[in-house]
């Protein structure tokens, strides 16, 4: 409490915005912050009164999930359903959905879609792809939570016109829909019949050559134990092995030359990395979602739009890997089964080699018809498979249908006034804010203790709070001083001058009596009018007090205690005349006993030098001798050296800072100064401070509390004498209120 810190001049602590300085400021400035409110949402509403009446008008599409369909037959599907929900949502929202749903309403040359003449052109690329842009921009394809449901919703100006291309644009999706599922359906059944005719081909030339051998020979069948009939056995077992690897070997030619032809479409899930490619198809299909909702909300330059281009090129590139391992090992499939049934088809000749070179004509026929067999089952699988969709290269099977079509709205989706009130006073709360922000982050000015304390660390003995309203409420007489601890000596800002004794009192001192000095940093602070209170509360407590008014610039203390005029010397001629006395200077303040006031009549010409030639510290040595406290006003310490001579000679230093007055940069530069007196005591005395923030808030009307019934109202008891003066504290009898 009685020296001050060494500056730090690298912390910047001072310029930090705390949440207190928030909510002061808040205090302070919230009329200009709710009225802000109030204007922006009154222009937003003027502004929602010019905007054209837009409809919504809403369809609702089921989508239900079925199994997988592949190659290798029924199978679980592995990919989540929200990932097909998206692609659907996709899917709706694609461009040529959206040009076709467009070519068919004519709607670019409709005036409540598109009111430009000049852009109307759906083949010329530029105008499409602008005309497609502003078409998904009033579309909007949502899924409903918790449900299968697609939301399907467009807005219009017209209400029929939105009816009509919501529900034009679920019958063009489901078409192509379709037509893309039916083509790569077609794709594979086509390569498969292809092959079916070559069989067909085989099987009808074997068939002739076997009735041709029949009727040559006759039936003729080979005993049980014979050579000839082991053989035919294992050209049996050898058919059935070839017609495997055969059925094997084009099921799997369609499905890489549908991944070829098709490389968009699903993978069946018994291709080798299909899983993963299908997963990250899934999360590739995220993204552009969330890249197409981005660009549509917040336009092409959005920062957040750019960094999810770069993931969805990223996913972009991992998709094209996976894709071409998937295809590769579909490659490599189509091989190893073209091994397989060339090696049997190799065995097969090799068995029929043999059974030419010792097996009768019997035996032949045998062969021939157990190839005739094995073709023939061969035709009958792949028939099967192509009749009945079996194969569809991974497609997913999934149903489509129109839950509920689009209606003709009768009430308007937009403008929508209480929203559009609501998003104005945001704006302008939102503006308001950030000017406050702007207004904190520029303002130098100490508002709170928390600031003084950062900006000063040095003890703070008293905060005085802002008492205008008592001091106004008094009615003050011309005879009355303008002091609150005389007209207010039961408000909340006499107690704080009160506080401010007592923490005086308890700082310890090496000398008998007590020289305070008291400051400020700049005019305009309070310093002379926090003198005089001390001066009143230290003489209260019987003490003897001496006011020096050592501001030899602007002098004040004898005009506010309204001091009578007077010939006597004061401070500037006893510093100059070594004959005068200090006695000679003195004059008394009827309304207190005690107190005794060192005035200044005149102002010389070089104070500085006045006080620096000794003759101050001789009235301080006179000054102990005869007062328990001499209390000096002195100038403001940044704009004169005089206050810092007069500290020289003093025990305690105060500095009187006012709140919404002093500055930060200029309480740093005091820190400065006062390093210079690293053993003076010294304090501050915070002046203003709103009563909210001082301990007096607590007590809620404290004015009640300190000045009501049973404490003398303002101060004067039944008889008109001050609280205290019966009982020797000092003050004389004060004059009765009329």
Not at 100 to 123: C, G, H, I, V
Not at 243 to 262: F, G, I, P, S, W
Not at 326 to 341: C, Y
Not at 597 to 602: S, W
Request: proline letters at 6%; aromatic letters at 6%; a neutral charge.
């Amino acid at each position: 409490m009685t020296t001050n810190q060494p500056p730090n001049p690298g912390s910047r602590i001072d310029n930090a915005i705390q949440i207190s300085d928030l909510t002061r400021v808040l205090k302070k400035y919230g009329l200009y912050l709710l009225g802000g409110m109030v204007l922006t949402a009154t222009l937003a509403i003027i502004w929602g009164k010019f905007q054209p009446n837009l409809y919504d008008s809403v369809a609702l599409v089921h989508l239900t999930q079925h199994n997988s369909l592949s190659l290798g037959g029924m199978s679980e599907a592995s990919d989540d359903y929200s990932i097909k929900i998206m692609t659907q949502v996709i899917g709706m929202q694609s461009p040529s959905v959206a040009e076709e749903t467009m070519r068919r309403l004519k709607l670019p040359a409709n005036p409540n879609f598109n009111d430009s003449p000049t852009m109307q052109n759906l083949d010329d690329p530029v105008q499409r792809d602008k005309l497609v842009k502003k078409f998904l921009s009033a579309l909007s394809v949502e899924q409903k939570p918790k449900t299968e449901l697609l939301e399907v919703r467009f807005r219009s100006k017209s209400p029929v016109l939105a009816m009509l291309v919501v529900n034009t644009l679920v019958d063009v999706y489901f078409e192509q829909s379709f037509q893309q599922r039916y083509k790569s359906t077609e794709l594979v059944s086509n390569f498969l019949r292809k092959n079916l005719e070559d069989l067909r081909s085989k099987i009808q030339s074997e068939q002739s050559d076997l009735l041709n051998d029949e009727s040559k020979l006759g039936i003729h069948t080979t005993g049980p134990n014979s050579e000839e009939n082991l053989l035919e056995s294992e050209l049996m077992g050898v058919l059935q092995e070839g017609v495997r690897a055969q059925t094997t070997l084009y099921l799997a030619e369609a499905n890489y030359d549908n991944m070829v032809k098709h490389p968009e479409a699903a993978y069946p899930n018994e291709t080798p990395g299909a899983p993963a490619l299908n997963q990250l198809t899934g999360l590739l299909i995220q993204s552009k979602a969330q890249e197409a909702a981005l660009e549509s909300k917040y336009g092409p330059n959005y920062p957040l739009l750019q960094q999810q281009k770069a993931q969805t090129a990223t996913l972009q590139k991992s998709v094209d890997e996976a894709r071409q391992e998937a295809l590769n090992a579909a490659a490599q499939a189509v091989q190893a089964a073209r091994k397989e049934s060339e090696s049997i088809s190799d065995h097969l000749t090799s068995l029929q080699a043999t059974a030419k070179g010792r097996t009768p004509e019997t035996v032949q026929f045998e062969i021939l018809k157990a190839q005739y067999t094995g073709d023939q089952t061969l035709y009958n699988v792949l028939l099967a498979a192509v009749g009945t969709g079996a194969i569809q290269a991974g497609l997913q099977g999934q149903d489509l249908n129109r839950f509920t079509e689009g209606e003709i709205p009768g009430m308007k989706s937009y403008p929508v006034m209480a929203v559009i009130a609501l998003a104005g006073a945001g704006i302008g709360l939102v503006l308001g804010l950030m000017v406050i922000s702007v207004i904190m982050l520029n303002s130098d000015t100490v508002e709170t203790i928390e600031q003084i304390e950062q900006a000063l660390p040095i003890p703070i003995l008293a905060s005085v709070p802002e008492y205008k309203d008592e001091m106004a409420a008094m009615r003050i007489s011309e005879d009355s001083l303008p002091l609150v601890t005389l007209l207010a000596p039961r408000s909340a800002g006499t107690e704080a001058y009160r506080l401010l004794r007592t923490a005086i009192s308890l700082m310890p001192i090496s000398q008998k009596h007590r020289v305070i000095s008291l400051t400020s940093g700049g005019p305009g602070e309070g310093k002379s009018t926090t003198t005089m209170n001390l001066a009143v509360v230290l003489a209260t407590q019987s003490k003897r007090v001496l006011l020096i008014d050592a501001d030899l610039r602007k002098p004040t203390i004898a005009q506010r205690l309204k001091l009578p005029p007077s010939d006597q010397p004061g401070l500037s001629r006893y510093l100059s005349d070594t004959t005068i006395t200090p006695e000679e200077c003195l004059q008394t303040v009827p309304e207190v006993a005690g107190l005794d006031v060192f005035p200044v009549q005149e102002i010389p010409p070089f104070p500085s030098e006045l006080l620096g030639q000794g003759r101050l510290e001789q009235l301080l040595l006179w000054a102990r001798d005869h007062y328990d406290y001499v209390l000096i006003d002195t100038p403001p310490v940044l704009l004169v050296t005089d206050a810092l001579i007069i500290a020289s000679h003093c025990d305690t230093l105060l500095l009187v800072v006012r709140v919404g007055v002093a500055q930060r940069r200029a309480l740093r530069r005091i820190r400065q100064d006062l390093s210079k007196y690293p053993g003076k005591q010294t304090g501050i005395v915070v002046n203003a401070l709103p009563i909210q923030d001082t301990y007096y808030g607590g007590y809620g009307n404290y004015r009640k509390y300190y000045g009501g019934k049973g404490y003398g109202g303002y101060g004067y008891g039944e008889k008109g004498t001050y609280y205290g003066a019966e009982t020797g504290g000092g003050y004389i009898a004060a004059p009765k209120k009329k």
